[in-house]
């Protein structure tokens, strides 16, 4: 199978080995040889067995549920690895970085004309930095009273099912959350205060106003508009299918599905937007963004995460996820009492899922008790189970090489130990 051929723990020696030639040659060329050497093949201290979290004393997890940022979002694309490091040679003037990685971005993604992107340090701070910026424009003074609104517009318009934990981001700027749900309730919400109308992707079927319409009645009252679509690929057209929609801010997680660094995001839209949203983000000190860092190294590898991801054959990775469902399904259904089912959420997480159910009077565990005894077993395998549906629901997409297999058997063996 050729697609796991990416994924495998060779793959990561092999960077690892090509970061130490790497390092050798620029070493050798600036003459730091001595200074270059932590990066050379050998670490004493921590990291010296090659598991850092074995040392520190923290289990590490077998992951089922997918891109969580609890259990740190995705494992970055091992080639990362090297130009984070390359990044961290040299120092840049990081508004010039971060307006030259906005460019190379448009590029790849063919945004429309007038349209960039922004690295921030995840989905999170792009929704906040490009609230911000819509707030205060280039206005200095108004970057620096932050989130004191005097003299601002101090609303933004969101659908009542739309309200998520990360409109908190939209709040740090001090603007009121209106609520609608109606076309005509947003019709008499917007006045002189209204600042943006805010969009949550993964609400879209839950509100009466769908994805596509809501730019257009945003043009129609002459407001910017945003669209959270932090863990929206895959597909991977979703990074750009927004933008064309006519949505003027979107954002993304760079750490989940896309697989960049784990503290980045991006923001993509209209140039003078994402100027602005800049403008409110650190390096700028005095501004509401300070907090939300985003190194050099970050805004490097996630442009070349975005490249790897264009790049990647998306069918293949489909059809290595459901491969990996399908071997674990074919084994707990041999048990007694179990079934499994498939099926791909619309949107977030838009990958293969398998659906375990089984019958309580053949097996006796309940779905909390049988996530817990997974939690419990070594190593550690974090399977959802509710999510709305009865029993366990799992994806394969952030599975490495080979833990299929224990899945599968640690599985066989909950249900086995639990048969009446
Ligand atoms: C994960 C997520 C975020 C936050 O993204 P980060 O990159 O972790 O900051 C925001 N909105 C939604 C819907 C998310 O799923």
Not at 325 to 345: E, H, M, R, W, Y
Request: some cysteine; aromatic content about 6%; hydrophobic content about 40%.
């Amino acid at each position: 199978m050729q697609p796991s051929s990416k994924w495998n723990r060779r793959g990561f020696l092999g960077s690892g080995a090509a970061i130490a030639g790497l390092l050798a040659t620029v070493g050798k060329s600036f003459g730091w040889a001595r200074a270059s050497s932590p990066a050379s093949a050998t670490v004493s201290g921590l990291g010296q067995s090659g598991n850092v979290y074995d040392e520190l004393g923290v289990a590490t997890v077998i992951n089922c549920e997918g891109t969580m940022t609890m259990l740190g979002g995705s494992l970055p694309h091992p080639e990362l690895e090297a130009v984070m490091l390359q990044a961290g040679r040299h120092f840049v003037s990081m508004p010039e970085l971060e307006v030259a990685a906005g460019k190379r971005i448009a590029q790849m993604l063919k945004l429309p004309d007038g349209f960039t992107a922004l690295v921030t340090s995840g989905a999170a701070a792009a929704i906040q930095s490009g609230l911000a910026g819509i707030l205060t424009g280039d206005n200095e003074a108004l970057i620096r009273q932050l989130p004191d609104l005097t003299g601002m517009k101090s609303e933004v318009i969101i659908q009542k099912s739309h309200r998520n934990p990360f409109d908190h981001q939209l709040r740090t700027t001090g603007v009121r959350l209106v609520e609608i749900e109606t076309r005509e309730q947003l019709r008499r919400a917007v006045n002189e205060r209204t600042a943006m109308m805010h969009f949550t992707n993964f609400a879209n079927a839950d509100g009466q106003i769908k994805v596509d319409e809501w730019p257009k009645l945003a043009k129609q009252y002459n407001l910017p508009c945003m669209n959270d679509a932090a863990a929206d690929t895959p597909p991977v057209s979703h990074l750009w299918d927004y933008t064309v929609m006519g949505y003027d801010l979107v954002t993304f997680s760079g750490g989940k599905a896309i697989r960049g660094p784990q503290c980045a995001g991006l923001l993509i839209g209209r140039t003078d937007l994402v100027a602005n949203a800049l403008l409110n983000n650190s390096p700028h000190e005095d501004t509401i963004g300070r907090s939300q860092k985003v190194g050099k190294e970050e805004i490097v590898g996630m442009v070349k995460a975005l490249e790897l991801y264009l790049n990647e054959d998306h069918d293949a990775l489909s059809r290595e996820w459901q491969m990996r469902l399908d071997s674990i399904a074919s084994q707990v259904k041999k048990v007694p009492g179990v079934s499994t089912s498939f099926f791909t959420p619309d949107i977030a997480n838009h990958v293969p899922h398998l659906h375990i159910t089984w019958d309580e009077t053949r097996v006796h565990v309940t779905p909390k008790e049988a996530s817990k005894w997974l939690r419990g077993t070594k190593p550690s395998i974090v399977i959802g189970s509710g999510e709305g549906r009865p029993g366990l629901t799992m994806s394969s997409f952030m599975l490495q090489p080979g833990e299929d297999t224990i899945v599968s058997e640690q599985l066989v063996k909950l249900f086995r130990d639990h048969a009446a």
